[in-house]
């Protein structure tokens, strides 16, 4: 049976059921063999997700239920993840002795449930799991995703499964993280994200921190084995965070692993680093000027910082050369004397 011209027809005669909004999950899983874009997988698990909100599920007002998700995610065990482009709805179709639902893409049927336990279901509850279902493969079946075309050659049977999600513990983007702690929303599929929620592409790679040089004037000649450098990172950043072994002087001088502490010696309310470096060491990589930059640069957590400072370098004493002394002879005393 053709069941891609119903979606179209009923436009028109959809009304919209008042309900308490939900979040709701509908999971379509089986195994399948094809390829993507030709790397080809054989009898591989094959999950398909599709999200949605029970408050947009419409009713034609004889025997079709559909709802447009927000999203619809397949995955692939050995392949991948990708997001399901085109216009994605899920339905259910009830009739006397014969109901059936399933999910399409572009009008095309990619997975269909056939059983009268659905002659009850309006896409608003949790419900199932229910099988069998399958992959609706008329030679071939394509489904357009952002990680290629899937090309599905034949498939075993798929069970179909609804969830209203616990808005207390929802993960909306399939990262990991729950939403109530997510700083990055939509993630794509398939990326690594840290602890907030944010793929390794989201967060920023480099940031500028706030850096000042101790002492101000540097006297190449003074004593004093140390000199020591205060870092302070932007909102966000926690410099107890900062790996300290990866703290640079101009890229090549590394800090004492021995002295540091974070405080506060500003009193502007955000927390400092203060390092130090071996005063030989510096000396001998800085210019000596009334303006020479330092810069000082680090990671903390995977975001690597870079500051900058001006101070004055003065060099070493210059000693003068005196000639020795002449000398000359004393006709009174017969001796040589020194002018």
């Known amino acids: 049976m053709n069941r891609t011209l119903f979606i179209l027809g009923v436009m028109m005669f959809l009304t919209a ?5 939900e979040p709701i999950n509908y999971t379509f899983t089986g ?3 094809g390829s993507v874009d030709g790397a080809v997988f054989s009898n591989a698990e094959i999950t398909i997700t599709a999200s949605a909100d029970t408050e947009n599920v419409l009713f034609d007002g004889y025997n079709i239920f559909q709802v447009i998700p927000s999203s619809a995610m397949i ?16 339905f259910n179709l009830q009739a006397f002795n014969y109901s059936f639902g399933g999910l399409q893409q572009d009008n095309m049927d990619i997975v269909t449930i056939e059983s009268l336990e659905l002659e009850m279901y309006d896409l608003k509850t949790s419900f199932g799991p229910l099988s069998p279902g399958y992959l609706s493969i008329y030679g071939s079946l394509n489904i357009q995703t952002t990680m290629g075309t ?24 399939n990262d990991g993280v729950l ?4 700083a990055c929303d939509n993630t794509p599929a398939g990326e690594v994200v840290d602890e907030e929620g944010c793929s390794i592409g989201e967060v920023e790679s480099s940031i500028t921190a706030d850096i000042e040089f101790r002492p101000r004037t540097l006297n190449k000649k003074s004593k004093g084995r140390w000199v020591g450098v205060f870092i302070e990172l932007p909102q966000g950043y926690e410099v107890s965070d900062i790996d300290r072994s990866s703290i640079l002087l101009e890229g090549l001088i590394p800090a004492s692993p021995r002295f540091y502490r974070v405080g506060d010696h500003d009193r502007d309310g955000i927390q400092e680093l203060i390092v130090k470096f071996r005063k030989n060491d510096v000396i001998d990589v800085l210019p000596e000027g009334d303006e020479v930059s330092v810069t000082v640069s680090g990671t903390v957590g995977t975001t690597t910082f870079e500051g900058m400072d001006s101070i004055r370098v003065v060099p070493r004493h210059q000693w003068r050369h005196h000639p020795p002394r002449k000398s000359c002879s004393s006709s009174r005393y017969g001796k040589r004397r020194k002018h």
């Open 31 to 33: 195994t399948a063999t």
């Open 17 to 21: 059921n008042i309900v308490n909004a």
């Open 150 to 173: 899937v090309v599905i050659n034949s498939s075993g049977d798929f069970t179909f499964q609804a969830e209203v999600q616990d808005v207390q513990n929802m993960d909306s983007d």
């Open 179 to 182: 939403d109530a702690d997510d």
């Open 75 to 90: 995955n692939i065990a050995g392949i991948g993840s990708g997001t399901m482009t085109g216009d994605i709805v899920v």
